[in-house]
């Protein structure tokens, strides 16, 4: 029997005689349900540019942008998304077949996996986060990119990524705990602050406790 | 002491000439053929020949030795008709089939005999061509009667005695005997030569590479100066001596029936990691223990689909099958409702209904249109806003929707990806209690419900959050119905509620 058969539910509900759960307490959401969420912030050395990835305990890891990217914390308008990482690279090309999901593109953890371009004319590379096989790439951010920034942990997602199974407790290791990136987070925010930024860091700490 | 003669004792054999039965006698003896093997290859194939004092008689008559007496072994049947064929290897049979401690009406016995004795019976059918054209050259080969068939026309009736049990030709009990012969892969290896695109040395398999099927096709296809030139005609007397395992087996008993579950951490099979169990029980083993009393080997459950450990499995409940394995007591398939009872007394959370016996034939039905049927369930789930009766009617006059399906997430590491479309048969939400409210919803099976209502990061599209522009969870699902008529429903079933 495979793991993703012992799905337990939403354990510490209790219902009564008609099925209905005796509180009107909200679950916790699906996201805090299956996965744990790691790290990556300043990407490739560009201040700020942090990721998020997501791990279920089947590694499967959902790559997507940290809440305090800049994307999100300036609330950038974006244009598009290209996916042409590099001459001869394109992650739309990526076709995975059987259980085995052959023929997938391998990713490092500083392969692009796509650009995120804003329509003030920056520009930002979306990087894979650890090392696996690129299983899935998200077409639907071609046809509503916002969706990045506004629901960077449902349908805004970047890419899924499987690692190997003898590889995941390495990677992960390579990645920040959510503890860790909060702490690094606060730290950035304070040194603006020094820097008489007062209210631009203000807004980022509003939007990170979202 | 009267005059024994071969007239007197009416055989029927292939030539009718009691001169011509002598001599192909006295050549089978000359090359140590025991009485059973002379009488098959003279052409006798009625059972009732087969006894003791025939067989005793026509040796006095050839005056032949007794090759178990002389400890001469047979090269027709490596000893097979004339050293297994006494009391004490009955007795021996007798014993095991004791000590494996079986309940059963009637057996059928199966022998399997060395692939070198069909080597040896051609040697010794040219070596007759050669002799007695004129009898076997008109005589197809399978014409001779087989050692299995002598074996059980002259064991047959004396086992049935011993066991107190009726032999049969088909018995769901088998008792087999194998018989092995340490030269007789060597023996063949010649074929490899004459025939060398059928036995092709394979890395993989080369135990499997002299098959009865091959040897056979190969021997009688193989022209004679052939064979003659690579394997000794007549075949030599062996010097090895041939052993035999013995073992029984009791046919598969097949169960079906219907299973519900009332608990959210039972898996439907035994959830084992690393060997550590992460369920106490499992559908399986609540079912199966109760089948303790077949006193099986091993048992097989399948069932037509599967639910997460999570998932209550209510209403008619899922068809199931279980395959009993060697059962070592048989009378309870008479007490099939029997068997149901203890089931649904010794488990709490597992209440089966409609078992019944089935037969092997039957198995199809439960695999059969697996992905056409469907299925019915009640979702508990939550919305970010308290639906409005607008949403709730919205939902409800949906028909049928066809929805993409990417795999989901939690399966994903060992499923393929691919978008899958299924199809949703009907859905409502029929109560709602604040933020929660219970879905009801029928779709084609292998749709994914609790993707459906949250969407598995926008991969399951349209959702019922996307349908209600309103976040959605789903907090518990139950399967309500699985739409199979097979099994048939057993009317005295009231015992389930």
């Not at chain 2, 059972?47 to 004092?53: G, H, K, L």
């Not at chain 2, 060697?326 to 309870?332: E, I, K, L, N, S």
């Amino acid at each position: 029997m495979e793991e993703e058969d012992f799905d337990n539910g939403i354990p510490g509900f209790e219902f009564d005689e008609n099925d209905w759960p005796t509180t009107n307490e909200r679950p916790p959401p699906f996201v805090d349900r299956y996965f744990s969420r790691f790290y990556k912030t300043d990407m490739n050395g560009k201040i700020g540019e942090d990721h998020c990835v997501l791990c279920h305990s089947n590694k499967i890891c959902i790559v997507t942008l940290a809440k305090s990217h800049p994307v999100i914390t300036e609330k950038k308008v974006i244009s598009s998304i290209n996916f042409q990482v590099a001459d001869g690279i394109n992650r739309l090309d990526n076709k995975v077949s059987g259980k085995g999901k052959r023929g997938a593109q391998w990713v490092k953890p500083n392969s692009a996996l796509c650009r995120i371009i804003c329509e003030d004319g920056s520009q930002y590379t979306v990087c894979a986060c650890v090392r696996g096989m690129l299983v899935e790439i998200n077409e639907t951010i071609l046809t509503s990119p916002n969706f990045i920034a506004e629901k960077p942990e449902d349908a805004g997602f970047v890419a899924i990524i499987l690692i190997k199974k003898n590889e995941y407790e390495r990677e992960k290791k390579a990645l920040l705990s959510e503890e860790k990136y909060k702490e690094i987070v606060n730290n950035r925010s304070s040194t603006v602050d020094k820097s008489s930024n007062a209210e631009e860091s203000n807004k980022t700490e509003q939007t990170l406790q979202l | 002491m009267a005059e024994l003669s071969l007239s007197k004792m009416q055989f029927e054999f292939f030539t009718t000439s009691d001169e011509l039965a002598l001599e192909i006698s006295q050549a089978l003896v000359s090359i140590n053929c025991c009485t059973w093997c002379i009488l098959r290859f003279l052409g006798e194939k009625r059972p009732c020949m087969y006894v003791n004092e025939t067989v005793n008689e026509l040796r006095q008559l050839l005056n032949a030795k007794d090759n178990t007496v002389d400890c001469v072994i047979c090269p027709g049947c490596l000893g097979i008709l004339h050293k297994y064929n006494a009391s004490d290897f009955l007795q021996e049979i007798k014993s095991v089939v004791k000590k494996e401690d079986y309940e059963f009406i009637d057996y059928q016995c199966s022998l399997i005999v060395p692939v070198c004795t069909i080597l040896r019976q051609h040697s010794i059918y040219l070596f007759l061509q050669e002799k007695h054209g004129s009898v076997y050259c008109k005589i197809p080969e399978e014409e001779i009667s087989s050692i299995k068939d002598v074996w059980k026309w002259f064991c047959g009736p004396s086992l049935s005695k011993q066991l107190n049990s009726e032999f049969k030709q088909k018995s769901p009990f088998e008792i087999s005997l194998i018989f092995k012969y340490e030269d007789s892969e060597k023996e063949c290896y010649f074929l490899l030569e004459t025939n060398p695109n059928e036995f092709q040395r394979r890395k993989k398999s080369p135990f499997d590479l002299f098959t009865r099927a091959a040897v056979f096709k190969a021997v009688t296809t193989l022209p004679d100066d052939v064979f003659k030139k690579n394997y000794q005609t007549p075949c030599l007397t062996p010097v090895k001596t041939i052993d035999c395992d013995i073992s029984c087996n009791f046919d598969a008993i097949f169960i079906a029936g219907r299973y519900l579950k009332f608990s959210r951490t039972l898996s439907q099979t035994p959830w084992i990691i690393d060997g550590v169990r992460k369920t106490k029980s499992s559908v399986e083993e609540e079912i199966c223990s109760a089948m303790s009393i077949f006193k099986a080997t091993d048992f097989k459950f399948s069932s037509s689909g599967r639910e997460d450990v999570d998932v209550r499995m209510l209403g008619n409940g899922r068809p199931f099958i279980v395959e009993i394995l060697d059962a070592h007591r048989c009378h309870a398939v008479n007490e099939i409702s029997a068997v149901q009872e203890l089931i649904n007394e010794t488990s709490d959370v597992v209440k089966v209904r409609d078992l019944q016996l089935i037969t092997r034939e039957d198995i199809h039905n439960l695999k059969e249109g697996e992905l056409e049927k469907s299925k019915c369930y009640m979702a508990l789930c939550w919305s970010s806003s308290t639906l409005t009766p607008e949403n709730i009617q919205l939902i409800n006059q949906l028909k049928t929707i066809e929805i993409q399906q990417k795999t989901p997430l939690r399966v994903l590491h060992r499923r393929s990806q691919a978008v899958r479309s299924r199809m949703i048969y009907d859905i409502s939400i029929k109560e709602t209690k604040e933020n929660y409210f219970k879905l009801y919803i029928s779709t084609q099976a292998g749709t994914y419900i609790k993707e459906f209502v949250h969407g598995d990061f926008g991969r399951t599209v349209p959702n019922l959050s996307s349908l209600l522009n309103v976040d959605c969870d789903i907090l518990t699902l139950d399967v309500q119905g699985v739409e199979l008529k097979w099994p048939p429903q057993l009317d005295n079933d009231m015992d389930t509620k």
